[in-house]
C-alpha cells in the first residue's frame, strides 16, 4: 500500500500502468475511497498510468480536524491533488473526478491550468446543494455518527436495479460509508456546502468531459448540463442505466467514453 507525504498529509495512492504512459488522476467522491475506481481500471491501464488516490480524510489518507466553523474547502483539496502529482513527479496529468472529485477537479483547472490536459467530470456539478442539505447531514453525523447516513445515501449513489440485484455490493458500500471518518467527511461536506464553482469556470482552459448517470438523483443531469454549458467548449454524455457512482454500475461504458474522449486529444 503506497503512502506518500504531499501537501501536508500522508496520502494514500495507487499507480499503475505503463511508465511511459500519460497520466490519468482519478478523484474520489464523498464517503468512499479509490476503490470505486477498480472495475474501471483494467480498461484503461494499458494506454494510461492510472494514478487514483484518497481524498482527504478517507480511506487511508490522513485525516485532519475540523470544527464547526472551518472544515475543508475545495482549494485545499485541489492543492491535495496538486502535491500528490508534485511529489510523484508528474507535471500534467487527465483528470477524472466523481462528485465532490468533479468539483475538486474543477477548481484543480482553474488554480493549475498547466496541470490538467484533459478534464472529465462525472456526476458533478458547479455548486451541490443547497446549503441546507449538507447542513442537516452534517448535523446528524456528529449526533449519531456515520451508521446515521449509511443505509440511506444507497438510494442516491445506485439504481433500484443494480440495488436489488447487488445487495452485497450495496452491503459493501454501506460500510465503505459507514467507516469513513467523521471529520474527513465532515470536513467534504462543508467544502461542497460552501463552494460555488460556476463563475470561475468560464476560465477552465481544458477540454472537458462531462458525464452523468441518466438515474442520478444526487446530481441530476439537467445539473450536468448547465456544468457543461458553463466550461468552453465542454462536451456532454449522458450515461444510461448508472446513477451517482456509474465506475461502479457502468465500468466498462465510462470508460469507453473517457478513453474516446481522451483519444480525441
Same mark, same amino acid.
Given at each position: 500500500?503506497?503512502?506518500?507525504?504531499?501537501?501536508?498529509?500522508?496520502?494514500?495512492?495507487?499507480?499503475?500502468?505503463?511508465?511511459?504512459?500519460?497520466?490519468?488522476?482519478?478523484?474520489?467522491?464523498?464517503?468512499?475511497?479509490?476503490?470505486?475506481?477498480?472495475?474501471?481500471?483494467?480498461?484503461?491501464? *494499458?494506454?494510461? /498510468?492510472?494514478? @487514483?488516490? =484518497?481524498?482527504?480524510?478517507?480511506?487511508?489518507?490522513? #485525516?485532519?480536524?475540523? +470544527? $464547526? %466553523?472551518?472544515?475543508?474547502?475545495?482549494?485545499?483539496?485541489?492543492?491535495?491533488?496538486?502535491?500528490?502529482?508534485?511529489?510523484?513527479?508528474?507535471?500534467?496529468?487527465?483528470?477524472?473526478?466523481?462528485?465532490?472529485?468533479?468539483?475538486?477537479?474543477?477548481?484543480?483547472?482553474?488554480?493549475?491550468?498547466?496541470?490538467?490536459?484533459?478534464?472529465?467530470?462525472?456526476?458533478?456539478?458547479?455548486?451541490?446543494?443547497?446549503?441546507?442539505?449538507?447542513?442537516?447531514?452534517?448535523?446528524?453525523?456528529?449526533?449519531?455518527?456515520?451508521?446515521?447516513?449509511?443505509?440511506?445515501?444507497?438510494?442516491?449513489?445506485?439504481? *433500484?436495479?443494480? /440495488?436489488?440485484? @447487488?445487495? =452485497?455490493?450495496?452491503?459493501?458500500?454501506?460500510?465503505? #460509508?459507514?467507516?469513513? +471518518? $467523521? %471529520?474527513?467527511?465532515?470536513?467534504?461536506?462543508?467544502?461542497?456546502?460552501?463552494?460555488?464553482?460556476?463563475?470561475?469556470?468560464?476560465?477552465?482552459?481544458?477540454?472537458?468531459?462531462?458525464?452523468?448517470?441518466?438515474?442520478?438523483?444526487?446530481?441530476?443531469?439537467?445539473?450536468?448540463?448547465?456544468?457543461?454549458?458553463?466550461?468552453?467548449?465542454?462536451?456532454?454524455?449522458?450515461?444510461?442505466?448508472?446513477?451517482?457512482?456509474?465506475?461502479?454500475?457502468?465500468?466498462?461504458?465510462?470508460?469507453?467514453?473517457?478513453?474516446?474522449?481522451?483519444?480525441?486529444?
Amino acid at each position: 500500500m503506497p503512502f506518500i507525504e504531499a501537501a501536508g498529509i500522508t496520502q494514500h495512492y495507487d499507480l499503475t500502468g505503463p511508465a511511459d504512459a500519460p497520466v490519468l488522476l482519478f478523484a474520489n467522491s464523498i464517503g468512499t475511497s479509490f476503490h470505486i475506481w477498480d472495475a474501471v481500471v483494467p480498461h484503461l491501464s *494499458q494506454r494510461y /498510468r492510472i494514478l @487514483r488516490y =484518497d481524498m482527504r480524510g478517507h480511506g487511508l489518507t490522513q #485525516v485532519t480536524p475540523v +470544527t $464547526e %466553523d472551518a472544515g475543508y474547502s475545495m482549494d485545499v483539496l485541489a492543492d491535495d491533488a496538486a502535491g500528490l502529482l508534485d511529489a510523484l513527479g508528474v507535471k500534467r496529468a487527465h483528470v477524472c473526478g466523481l462528485s465532490i472529485g468533479g468539483m475538486m477537479a474543477q477548481r484543480l483547472a482553474v488554480k493549475a491550468p498547466g496541470r490538467v490536459h484533459g478534464l472529465i467530470l462525472c456526476d458533478t456539478a458547479g455548486v451541490i446543494g443547497p446549503a441546507s442539505v449538507w447542513t442537516d447531514r452534517i448535523a446528524a453525523i456528529r449526533a449519531r455518527g456515520m451508521t446515521a447516513i449509511a443505509d440511506g445515501v444507497m438510494a442516491r449513489w445506485f439504481t *433500484q436495479g443494480f /440495488r436489488d440485484s @447487488r445487495p =452485497d455490493q450495496i452491503r459493501g458500500y454501506t460500510a465503505m #460509508v459507514a467507516r469513513t +471518518t $467523521e %471529520d474527513g467527511y465532515v470536513g467534504c461536506a462543508m467544502a461542497i456546502r460552501d463552494a460555488d464553482l460556476r463563475t470561475a469556470n468560464a476560465g477552465i482552459e481544458a477540454p472537458t468531459l462531462v458525464i452523468c448517470g441518466a438515474e442520478d438523483v444526487a446530481t441530476p443531469p439537467d445539473a450536468a448540463r448547465e456544468l457543461a454549458a458553463g466550461i468552453p467548449g465542454a462536451r456532454f454524455e449522458l450515461l444510461p442505466g448508472a446513477a451517482h457512482i456509474p465506475g461502479v454500475e457502468k465500468p466498462t461504458e465510462l470508460a469507453a467514453l473517457i478513453d474516446g474522449f481522451l483519444g480525441d486529444l
